[in-house]
């Protein structure tokens, strides 16, 4: 009844005698209890026979994160079941390490439908949110979120949604903007601190691939040889992000916006963290709140960081990072293209002034990525000049990993023994503990 923001995309409220379901912060007249049910996710929602409210855009909340004991699992499983394009349900399986019968009961059990209805719902409601955010055409739309044919997308929305593509648009507004920008908004849980986040991110920003202002981040980036430029410009009043994003083909949209709600850290729910880290032993006085995991843009990209990054600081790694780019980089008009890992291994380096065996390991780190796949974690370690602190921060800033404590980093360590913490009470969002403690030790540096 509150309209509490950082209650968004924790719960749905779904009115029995409308068959609407809501986000808790929508505006609309609150109805009674006794008409009410409650559904942890979107999904279930539309599963049980509820349409999402045109006002409030239930498809727009945040994720909510389901990183507690053995749902880890049903976590990755979401992200995996919401790429697009769709994989089988057995290759999903398949990625997670576990069986198919096994991923079927745990999803029928903590979402309440079958994996291959999940894929669908999250797929319909990503089209939702493009036909109602962007202007883009409607055969477009049904071409990004993977359908195979027009008649194919209308009857999925009318079948979900209990509406047409069409009627989707109505109390859509016509955009003066270019035909070839793509709008949407990407939401976070209050609170965010921004200012840090932006802070990180500028510090490490890379000449004429990155961009950071006061209240936007944009980049030029390339997901799997589709070439595209994003900004991310931030509305605090509306607790989102306005994104522009142009690409040369339309079929990476979804990935792309993945990608940024990664770097962003939107999904992450402030009040569960901070729960964590109070189990930890961490004073409640001293945390940082909207704390938020700012990441790379894959994890090729943080590799290259993290090794040019080694026992030199963040300034010095970021010069020889821009060298590499200069060098290395594919430009575009105003901006560069981060380079290759075929450039990069093709290059003897010879332009970077560091230890040749740090060269050595840029080189073997990219080599890993020729053939498009991501290397396993024994495949990095292998690579010589690449030890556990350098793996460990790859997980947390490339694969975006909020379980990852640093417990070999001087500065945690002297940090956790000042608080005479347990770390491992903070699990699964270790990650954030490492980072507060960070935070901790540069407010009383600069005190």
Partial sequence: MSRDPRFDGRFFVAVKTTGIFCRPICPARLP??????????????VNEGFRPCLRCRPDSAPLSPAWEGSKATLARAQKLLSEIPLQSVARVAERLGIGERYLHSL???HIGCSPKQYQDIQRVLFAKQLLQQSRLPVGDIAFIAGYESMRQFQRAVKQYLKVTPSDMR????????????IHVSIHFRPPYDWDKVREFLALRAMHGVEDVTLNSYARYFIHEGVKGYLKATINPDKNRFDVVIRVDDLKIIHAVITALKGMLDTDADPMMIR????????????????????????????????????????????????????????????????PSPEAIAASDLSFLRMPSRRK???????????????????????????????????????ERNPDVYLAGDLIVKK???????????????????TLQLWERYNIQVQQ
């Avoid at 109390?171 to 920008?181: G, V």
């Avoid at 880290?277 to 945390?287: E, K, M, N, V």
Wanted: aromatic share 10%.
């Fill in 415 to 433: 940090m956790a023994q000042a608080y005479n913490l347990v770390p491992d009470a903070a699990a699964p969002w270790r990650s954030y503990l």
């Fill in 32 to 45: 009674q209890e006794k008409n009410v049910d409650y559904y942890t996710t979107a999904a279930q929602a």
């Fill in 275 to 338: 729960q964590s880290l109070i189990a930890s032993g961490y004073p409640a006085a001293d945390i940082c709140e909207g704390l938020r995991l700012p990441t790379t843009w894959n994890v090729f990209e943080s590799g290259c960081r993290a090794i040019l990054g080694q026992q030199v600081s963040v300034k010095a790694a970021v010069g020889q990072l821009n060298k590499v780019i200069e060098a290395l980089g594919e430009q575009y008009q105003s901006g560069v293209y981060f």
């Fill in 107 to 109: 999803v029928t059990k």
């Fill in 170 to 181: 109505k109390n859509t507004s016509p955009s003066t903007e270019l035909k070839t920008d």
């Fill in 360 to 398: 050595e390991a840029l080189k073997a780190f990219a080599e890993l990525f020729l053939h498009g796949a991501t290397p396993s974690h024994d495949d990095i370690l292998d690579i010589k000049g690449i030890g556990g602190w350098t793996l460990d921060y790859l997980k947390m800033r490339g």
